[in-house]
Every structure is written in C-alpha cells, then in structure tokens.
C-alpha cells in the first residue's frame, strides 16, 4: 500500500498544493488593558513574536469583537471558530478571561498561469475540520497545564510577567512541534493505546507497581507503558491522556533512537560496566555514575479534587517497558534515591519486559501469524479513552503516517462530526469517489470506523461484511485472553 | 520466656501406679499399654491403653519375677516373659474386669536353637509373635484353644540387641562383633521378609573389634510415612566431629537403605528422640532442653540433606526433662514420654503458636508450618499478623505466603478433580482403587482467606487502601498463577475498596484487562435474569452492599446515568432505612428528569409512583421539586 506523508505534491505538472499551516498562535485576557492605549498589555504572547505590535494589537481586537458579538447570540457558547476564505481561526477560553487563538491558513493550491501571469490561489476552505484543529488547539493549553499549571496559578505566584515569561518558555519550543498538516480524527479523541496483555502478565506488572511503591514510598503515581502503548495508570484519566500524548509524542521518540543505533554509534549512551539490567532514566541524569550528574527532573501539575498538585516525573525505561515514578515535588529528589530506584526497578523492569515480549509473542503466535488486517479501522472507546488504529504507522516526534489518501481521513473525520451532534447510536456508511467504502459505527459510547476496499460490492454486501468483521475481529480486539 | 515453649506434653496422661519396690512397669510400644505388675502378678496387673477401652486388670500367679509382658494386638493373648529360656502364653476373655488367668495358660519353651536366650519378642498381629534370641529371630503363629505353637519363619544370625517399629511391623537386628550392621526383617500376616542389611558408619573404628554400636543410639520412626532408622552419633575427639548428629538412614520396602539426612545438634551430651508431627524431637539432657528437626525443610546455606534446627532450643513447656541416669524418665517412639517413677505417660506434642514468633523468616514458617497438623488457624493467623504489620516492603513476604498457600490449594484441587474425573468414568479395571483426596488442614482455601483474613482486613481502619488493594490483587494474582479459579466475593472485595476511595479509573482499568470480571458471575442473587455489561454487575454488587451513592457515583463515572433504572436506585435507598439518603437519591433523580424532559416528575414507565409516596410522607408535598416555569 501507498503511504502518503504531508506535505505532498500534487499530480498536476506544475500545480503546487499546500496543506494547512500554523499562520499565528496568541493568548490574551481582555481584562488586563480595558482602556484605550493600553491595548497591547492585553497580550500575553504572540507568535509570530516579529509581528507589528498594532497589528498584533488589530488581531487581538478583533478576535475579541467575534467572541463578544456572537455572545449576544448565545451567552455560554460563543464562537469557537471562524472561517474566511484565507484561513480559520479557532478560539478558546481554557480559564476566565484568558484566550487562546489560533490561526490556520486553509490548504491551497497553486496553479501557475501562463504568459507570465502570477499564479493562481485556490483556497480548500472546505478541507479543514473544526473538530481536529479545536482539539488541538486545547491540547496546546493541556499541554502547558501539565508542565506549568494553570494560568492563574502562574499570576499568584508572579503576576503578569511571570506568566508571559512561562508561556513564551513553553510555546515558543512546543509551537514548534505542531504539525497541523497531520493532524486528523486521532487528534479529536485524545485516545490512549492500551497494549493487549493476559490477565497472568497484568497481574505481574500490577504486583511489581504495588511493590516499587512500597519499597519507595515516595513514589505517589505510576504508570507503566510497554511499546509506546499504556498498561496501567495510577494517575487520573485526564491527567494521563495528556501525559500519555507527551509521552509517546516527545519523550519517547526523543530517545528511540540510541536504542536503535549501533553498538559503536555515538548516540548509544554510555553502558555501566557489568549490565545486570537494561534499565536508564529517561529524564532526570542520563548517566548515575557521573559524578557531575544533575538529579533534577520535570515537574508536572495533576488535578486533584478542587486544586491541583505538582509531581517530579521520573521515566524510567528497560528495554521496551517504561514505568513513570511521579513523586511529590516538594520532595528533593537525590542522588541517593535515584540509584536506590535504579537497583531496585532496574533488574525488576528488565526481567517484566521480556516477559511481556515473551508473553506477547506467544499471543499473536495464537491469535495467527502477524498479517496485516484485510482492513482498515480506527477505534475509539469514550469510557477508557481506548483507541487503536491500524491507519496510522508508528508516530514519530515529527510527522505522523498515516496509509490511507487524506480524502479518506476527512471523511472518517466527517462522519465523527456527524456522530458528535447526535447521543444516540448511530451507523454511517459512505462510498467514496475512490472506489473505497467508509463505515462508521456509534454504539454505546464506543466509535467504529472502517475503511473497506471492494470495489464492487453494493451497500447490502458493505454492511454485511462490516457485521461479520464485528463478530470477529471486535470482540476481544483489545485483549488477548 | 513462656509462651516460647513449641513443645508441651499433654493434658491428659495416662495414670498408673509408680514402679516400686513391689511395682514393676513395663511398656509395650505396639499397643501403647502400661504393665503395673504388683508382687509378680499376684496381687494384680493393671493395665492401662492410651484410652480407657484399653485398660484392663487382672490377676496371675507369681512364678517369679516379669521380665517382660506383652498384650498381642486386640488383647487377644498376653505373653509373660519370666525366664531367658522361656515364654508363658495366656488367653484372655475380657468379658470379666479382674481375671484369673493362671488356669488358661501353657507355657512355650521348645525354641528352635537349644541354649539360646530370649532377648526379647514383638507381636506383629493377633496370634502371630517374633521371638529375638541372640542367636538368630523366630516366627511363630499362636494357637492358644489347641495350646500349641507353630513355627512359620526363622533364621540363624547372631544377634546383639533388636528395635521393633510396631508402625510398620519391621524388627532391626544388631549384629556382628561392633553390632553396626543392621538386619532388618518386615512381617505382614504370616509373612517374614529380609530387607536388605546395612552399615552404621562409626565414629571410631575400635580395636579390638568390640559391642560399639548401643541400641540406645538407634531409634526407628516413619516420618512423612517413610520408615527411618536414626542413629545418634556422638562426637568424637578423635574424629573429625565437633558435635554431635543424627543420621537418619532411609529404609525402603524394597531396595537398599540409605543414609539420607544428617541432623546438625551443635552441641554434646546425652540425647533422647522422639517423632512428633514428622518433626524428629532432640532432647538434651544437660541443658534440659530440646531441638526440632523437619526434614523436609530445605536449608538453603547447608549441604544437600544436612538439617539445622528449625527453631532455638527451647524446654519443653510446663516441665523440664531430667534425663539423669537416676531418674525414670524414658522416651518411646514416635512421641511418648513415661516417668514410671511417679506414674504418668505423656504424648509430646507440638504447640505452633510459639514457633509465630521464633522463625521471623515468614516463608520458612510457612513451608514449616504447612506441613504440620494443625495449622489451618495458625497459618490465617501469620497471614494477618503479616497484614497488620504494614511494615515496608512486606508485599514481596505477602506474596511468597500466598504462593506457598496456593501451591497447597492448587496441590489438593487437582488431586480432588482427578479423583472426581476417575469416579466419574466407573470403577476402574483391576488397578488400585482411587482414594479420595484428603483435605488437610493445610488446604486454605479462598473463603477461609476471605473469612478469617482479607475482610476483617479490608475493614481495619488506619490501613491505606493502596496497601489494601495491593494485598487483594496480590492474592488474585496468585490464584491466577496457580490457574485457581477466584471466588466473586474477592472481586467484590476489590471492588468495594475502590468504590470507597473514589478510585474509579482504577476499577475500569481492571476491568479492561478482564481482571475483575471472569466466567463466575460477579452477582449472587439478583433479580435480573442477564446482566449485559461489567457496569451493571459492578452496580449490582454495590447496591446488594447498600453502597447506593458509590453505585450512583460510579455510574455517573462511566457516564451511564442517564440510562439506569431510577427505581432500582430508589429500592436500594428506601431498603437502607437512611432517610438523608432516599431523599438524595430523590433528589439526583428529580434532577435527572429535569435534564433530560425538562419535568422533575417521573415517566410511569419508570414505575416510581410508591417512592414519590414515600417521599412524601418523609419530607411533605412541598419537598418535590416543582416543575420550572416557562
């Protein structure tokens, strides 16, 4: 099968195509400069940062007169999106008063004109979706919770200056990491991917969970992911989807690869003398045994009940297994600690990750050789946040493949629409131009998308087909018992 | 001090008149009985069995002094030993408590080697006796209505000194000039078969060769029902031994014995042994105390076979043991102790309460105390002491007691399945007969745990429920390692832990990995016929426990409010009788329609017109929430 990766060119000779783009990204509070000429203390940050301050200053403005004029049409649901020929704006108001505003240039294509003309602009206003890039845009925001806390909490501590500082710290590096051309359906559900386990093999992770706490009782949450895929979580749903999105967006893929380098590859980190264990810290010291090493660690902000609470985070890792120690961060973490964490889940996590590839093995072996699907499909379950898509490659920190056309994907994204407006359950089936069928299912809290390739078959064959793959394939598509 | 004592003697021995100057005693360890001989028999013998249907008394002439007296087994024929030439047989009828036996006896003397003298006899059945001379064994059936005896079995061999293991029928014979090689024969019903001999190894080789192996150094017992020969071995300034040891040879039925165990004492003296519990028991007489032995349990820091003390020495509870040569204290195999000397015979026995605190390896109590006969309240009491403690790092102990638990479970539930699955396919064909399984009390199974341990547990206030969570799962998780089906009460156990710290995430987590929810159905006893989801086993299961706000809690958790039965929830919270908790229940509901219709009132589908009634007649008219007004 074909991969397509954004960007991507179009057929056409010298037609260029551009997929959407991040064209500005602001935060504000209009509380901060009622009054006239004070306008620009209203923002909190502005990217791009080289804009004209009164263009900036026009920008925030008129933000701020959408959001209050379509208020006076629904008091509690203003606007949270705007759409233009040139590009779409979404607005969000993740605490009182303060906005965040994203501007996307709509994907165009170029088509080159003769006799010297310029080019031709067509905008695909019609191409984006609200829901894709509305989630992402309060991903942003629960990104930078979960590193700083909220926005109020950054103006008791320091008032305005300490929060622009924080938020220009923060978004002028994540801004970075947005890749809005691929941002699609698994962007609106936020999932986790749950890695299939037997119930013998998850009670051992449990037990050594239970016990690492005890021994280290400073430890308050864990969370332990095999393969990039999330096994347990001590931590709150909530919590750990924004944390499980840092996780296998950023951290992990940041340090794959040493592990994939050769043994002489200098990117291989440094190996303590007699390897009992496969363990290392992934943040925190990157070497124990450095006696300039450093034993500080990121800090995150979890919900607790009314407030919110702030947590080392220790992610540790053997081989494929990574367990992630959060610890109170009024506690100082010390050298002492770190290498009595070491020894202790170091040999503990080595010996648990062979077993899980043991075990796993053993359960594709049963369930059948490792074929790919005759189909395609992403699944989302709204209770566990439990998704699974074999649409989507491997993530890595910088785009993410899918294999399936992008037309495909808008219209998977379409029907999630369309399930959105509805509680009820519900079954979508659409023939595409392109010879494929699109399904979707809603039932009882879970969302079902497949996509099939049968050219020929008509919509009575489609869904009969789609019911059998239900019987089969969805029963226990999760966990292999 | 006190109640460290592991090893007591019991609370009722039996009685008989001390051995004097005019009272002889005399032991029969095959039939457990006490011989008080007064005057000869003249003026009576008494004796007394390990309960009172075994004690008799009667009378006989003195013909001289009793060297030994023997009931055969069911005191069908008593055997007086007056003579080293000769032995008396008497038939008795014990219809009558006193006995005037002299008229039914005849006496046996035509011993098959002339000049031989009698060390001693055993009888191995009712009429069936061994006579041991010193120059080889005898084997004869008694015929006490005609007065005669027949010859079955003998064979020459010179003899020294002979042990009799009445358990197993099995004489051990001394022989040679060192008396180190042992003969063993074994008897069953008319049968006399030589076992194969072997060799006591000596300390010290003396020379001249001379009598250097004493019967008081050997003992047999069974233990774990397999015969062994114990030989104390002394230490030795010569040898290389520093103290002394017992080394338990193995004697099988058929094949040859083998030195099997060697038991490290650690210190020198003069010891006695017995068998309690398939414990082997050495008293030391200098220190008065004593030291047990349990040869299954394997010393990781020994040599293959080489045993120290399960537990520090500790007198035996509430008396000392002076085994002084001038006191009258003997030790019988396996677990008997007389004083003839003031009359009592005592069982020894082991208490297991005391051995709690002495063996702080937990893991080590429990392979100990999982082999011994009266564990069962013993071992649930180590399970919650090791649960109160709460010490750090207590789950891996946690862990290995209940993997050794479970192995035992698991040990008995197989066996109980393969006896079920034989008795299911007929009476097998010719081969043995299935036993069935016998439970001992060493098979804790999941509502002993459930009853005696974990819920008492789950209650305890002060313990943090991530310990209590962990405790549960842990069990779990070695039930599912030793593939042991869990019991729903567990699950629910689990359950209720969660739902009562708000731990929702946690509780589906499970669930997703089918953890909490297996083939058993999560629910006893609910009206409903079928129970489509996991949620609604989990509100079941919290309603029939009267947790109404966790059950509404949870559900609100999983987003499944609006569709539940308001009813259900209402029954729950008017069958609790707490007003404060209908009237919320009420009220949520109320609120519920008022979302979802814009009415407060409820459908009459939904079947709830007793409980606005009811509501009523608690809280008045005025108390429902009236309708907003449009």
Known sequence: CEVYAAPRMATGMQEKQYTPSLLSFFIYNPSFGPREGEEEKKILFYHPCD??????????????????????????????????????????????????????????????????????????????????????????????????????????????????????????????????????????????????????????????????????????????????????????????????????????PRHSEPELAGRDSPLRPEVAGNLLHYGRFLTGPANLKDPEAKFRFPKIFVNKEDSYEELHLIVYKAMSAAACFMISASVELTREFCEQLDSLVGPQLTLLASDICEQFNINRRISGPDKEPQFKFIYFNHMNLAEKSTIHMRKTASVSLTSVHPDLMKILGDINCDFARVDEDEEIIVKAMTDYWVVGKKSDQRELYVILNQKNANLIEVNEEVKRLCATQFNNIFFLD | MSDEHYLELCDNPVQFENASSVNNVFFDEANKQVFAVRSGGATGVVVKGPDDKNSVAFRMDDKGEVKCIKFSIGNKILAVQRTSKAVMFCQMNLQCVVLEVSCLCFVFRSLQTKNASVLGFCWTNWNEIVFITDQGIEFYQVFPDKRSVKLLKSQSINVNWYQYCPETAVILLSTTVQGNVLQPFAFRSGTMSKMSKFEIELPVVPKPAKLSLSERDIAMATIYGQLYVMYLKHHSRTANSPSAEVVLYHLPREGACKKSHVLKLN?????????????????????????????????????????????????????????????????????????????????????????????????????????????????????????????????????????????????????????????????????????????????????????????????????????????????????????????????????????????????????????????????????????????????????????????????????????VSARKFLDAAQQTGDQMLFYTVFRFFQQRNQRLRGNPAFNPGEHCEEHVVHFKQLFGEQALMKPATV
Request: a neutral charge.
């Open chain 2, 267 to 563: 210190t020198t003296g003069k010891f006695a042994l017995n068998i309690v519990d398939n414990l082997v028991v050495v008293h030391h007489q200098s220190s008065q105390t004593s030291l047990i032995f349990d040869i299954r349990l394997r010393e990781p820091d020994c040599a293959v076979n080489t045993h120290q003390p399960v537990l520090p020495a500790r007198s035996i509870h509430p008396y000392r043991i002076p085994l002084s040569d001038s006191s009258s204290w003997s030790v019988f195999q396996p677990d008997i102790i007389i004083s003839a000397s003031e009359g009592y015979l005592w069982y020894l026995q082991v208490k297991l309460p005391p051995t709690v605190n002495l063996l702080q390896d937990k893991g080590k109590l429990m392979d100990f105390l999982l082999r011994r006969r009266d564990c069962k309240m013993v071992i649930l009491s180590v399970c919650s002491q090791i649960l109160e403690g709460g010490e750090k790092g207590s789950l891996p102990v946690v862990a290995t007691v209940f993997d050794k638990l479970n192995q035992v479970y698991k040990e008995y539930l197989e066996a109980e399945q393969t006896y079920t699955l034989a008795m299911e396919s007929g009476p097998s064909r010719g081969s043995a007969a299935q036993k069935r399984p016998v439970r001992t009390q060493a098979v804790i199974d999941q509502s002993d745990m459930y009853t005696h341990v974990l819920s008492a547990f789950t209650e305890r206030k002060g313990v943090s429920h991530k310990f209590i969570i962990a405790v549960l799962m842990e069990y779990i998780r070695s039930l599912n390692q030793f593939q042991i089906t869990v019991q729903h009460y567990l699950y629910e156990l689990v359950i209720k832990t969660l739902v009562q710290h708000n731990l929702f995430y946690m509780l589906h987590q499970f669930l997703q990995y089918h953890v909490l929810s297996d083939s058993k159905p999560l629910v006893r006893a609910t009206p409903q016929p079928r129970l489509s989801t996991a949620n609604d086993e989990i509100v079941e299961v919290l309603l029939s426990k009267q947790q109404v706000l966790g059950a509404l809690r949870f559900i609100r958790s999983v987003g499944g409010h609006d569709n």
């Open chain 1, 51 to 252: 804009v004209e301050k009164n263009e900036k200053i026009r920008n925030v403005g008129l933000c701020e007169a959408i959001v209050q004029f379509t208020r006076t049409f629904c008091p509690t649901k203003p606007a949270k999106s705007l759409h233009t020929q040139k590009n779409r704006q979404f607005f969000f108001e993740p605490e009182d008063n303060f906005w965040i505003v994203m501007v996307v240039r709509n994907p165009m294509i170029e088509k080159p004109n003769k006799d010297g003309k310029p080019p031709t602009i067509e905008y695909q206003e019609e191409e984006i979706l609200d829901t894709v890039y509305g989630a992402v845009l309060r991903q942003c925001y629960s990104m930078y919770k979960l590193f700083n806390g909220t926005f109020g909490r950054a103006m008791e501590a320091g008032g305005v200056e300490l929060l622009t500082q924080k938020l220009e710290k923060f978004f002028y590096r994540y801004l970075q990491t947005l890749h809005l051309q691929s941002c699609d359906l698994l962007d609106v559900f936020g999932g986790i991917s749950f890695f299939p386990l037997d119930k013998m093999t998850y009670l051992k992770i449990q037990s050594f969970v239970n016990r690492v706490e005890e021994s280290l009782s400073l430890v308050k949450y864990t969370a332990f992911l095999y393969n990039d895929q999330l096994i347990w979580s001590g931590l709150e749903q909530d919590d750990m989807r924004i944390l499980y999105k840092y996780l296998t967006t950023s951290l992990f």
